[in-house]
């Protein structure tokens, strides 16, 4: 059953650090500039008391019920935290009513629920009329995308906002807070060692929960007024050895050159071993993923088209279940690289034609190929000599597309390497067939 949250326990030392720390207003709130920065859409509303119902999307420990919370501070609205999870029909229904009566005597309700996606349609559906007319404010939460897993009716009266996983600099924040805020361990003496925050902020990957939580049991063993956090406690606490390497510094190029060139060099044990190094050091998987998608097409190419796409779908299914799951994704993707024939015509091709590009920036556009949408640019020769290609039965024409300066150059190269051997074959039959019709047309 929903019940009315209570923002102060008395208990503090059962309560855990991130329950104590949770954020009371938005001067404390850390993180998501882009909503509640100065004059941003969100904080105008909350300043102007203008709140409507509304979606936070976003992952997880981002901040998503605190800033329910202070919403609900805000505009003096009384809060409902109601749980997707253990919640059915009957228990929306008791809390509507409540909502109800109390929009009676002229007291605004907001509703939280979390992971919203988790309720049927049928659930869904049952907020409808209560948002409809003012009954309540919902504020729903959800780590997957509202637009596959809300009801098109419910999430067309919400406005929806993407809340942005946060930077290290803001769990470094958080995490020197909860050390000297009395709320944390402000009425105590806490020794750091230098860079045990930083491994914490690492390991954390943007969720200030996991970050605080981290902290708490890396100095649960402590005892008394003198506390000492070091980076062997981190470990312990995180069961990881001191992988974690700054996102920033050189060893992570390092490490992500050399699972580049472990799959350019079809070494698949190398290239899951450098993978495992990046992951366990709390390394983004979308930014591993991302480099993916960029190999696919600089070492692989044409050799095997599928690589781009698999290298793209493991880029999507990354950010659909993140970490932890996320890295048989990426095992899966980064394998297959490793064993793909290898061809780097695409990065060849376009290095040699930006090359000429830059130096032949003014170089006109042949008049046979330019478009001639008016009478006076056909009259200049615009579009004159054009062949559609799809009008012969070839499907191919001796037009000539490159500027003057440049007709006879070849930029892209295909090797014998995979499938990048039938379209060299391909080409190779292409540029003959123009090379002897234009013979002919001479």
Not at 88 to 117: C, P, Q, S, W, Y
Not at 203 to 212: E, Y
Request: aromatic fraction near 8%; include cysteine; glycine fraction near 6%.
């Amino acid at each position: 059953m929903a019940e009315q949250i209570n923002l102060f326990q008395k208990d503090e030392a059962t309560t855990p650090l991130a329950a104590r720390l949770r954020p009371l207003t938005l001067e404390e709130y850390v993180g998501q500039k882009h909503l509640l920065g100065e004059g941003k859409l969100l904080s105008r509303l909350i300043e102007e008391d203008q709140i409507s119902s509304m979606i936070f999307y976003g992952p997880p420990g981002v901040g998503k019920t605190t800033l329910a919370r202070i919403i609900a501070e805000k505009t003096k609205a009384k809060f409902i935290d109601f749980s997707a999870v253990t919640s059915g029909i009957k228990e929306i229904k008791a809390v509507m009513e409540e909502a109800e009566n109390n929009r009676r005597f002229g007291e605004k309700t907001i509703l939280f629920v979390d992971e919203i996606h988790r309720f049927n349609k049928a659930q869904q559906d049952a907020f409808l009329p209560y948002v409809e007319k003012g009954s309540i404010i919902l504020i729903g939460a959800t780590t997957e995308n509202p637009s596959f897993e809300v009801n098109s009716a419910l999430l067309s009266r919400c406005k929806v906002f993407l809340l942005h996983q946060l930077s290290e600099e803001d769990i470094l924040g958080l995490l020197k807070r909860a050390i000297e805020d009395p709320r944390g361990y402000g009425n105590k003496k806490v020794e750091v060692e230098d860079g045990a925050l930083e491994m914490i902020a690492t390991f954390a990957n943007g969720d200030a929960r996991t970050a605080l939580s981290t902290l708490e049991i890396a100095l649960m063993g402590e005892k008394g007024d003198k506390l000492s956090l070091t980076k062997k406690e981190v470990e312990e606490a995180t069961s990881k050895k001191a992988l974690l390497y700054d996102k920033k510094g050189e060893e992570h190029y390092n490490i992500i050159s050399a699972l580049h060139k472990s799959m350019r060099n079809s070494d698949p044990d190398a290239a899951v071993y450098w993978l495992a190094r990046m992951l366990e050091a709390g390394e983004d998987p979308l930014y591993v993923a991302r480099r993916v998608v960029r190999f696919a097409s600089e070492d692989v190419g044409l050799a095997d088209p599928r690589a781009l796409e698999l290298a793209v779908a493991a880029y999507q299914a990354c950010h659909y279940i993140g970490m932890p799951e996320c890295n048989v994704i990426l095992t899966q993707a980064v394998v297959y690289m490793a064993m793909a024939p290898k061809s780097n015509a695409m990065e060849v091709a376009y290095i040699a034609a930006a090359k000429d590009a830059n130096s032949t920036y003014a170089e006109p556009v042949p008049l046979q190929i330019r478009n001639a949408p008016t009478r006076a640019m056909k009259e200049w020769g615009y579009g004159e000599d054009y062949m559609y290609a799809h009008d012969y039965a070839e499907k191919l024409t001796p037009l000539v597309c490159l500027p003057d300066k440049l007709k006879d150059k070849a930029y892209y190269k295909p090797t014998d390497q995979g499938l990048e051997s039938k379209y060299k074959a391909r080409l190779e039959q292409i540029k003959a067939w123009k090379e002897e019709h234009r013979k002919k047309g001479k």
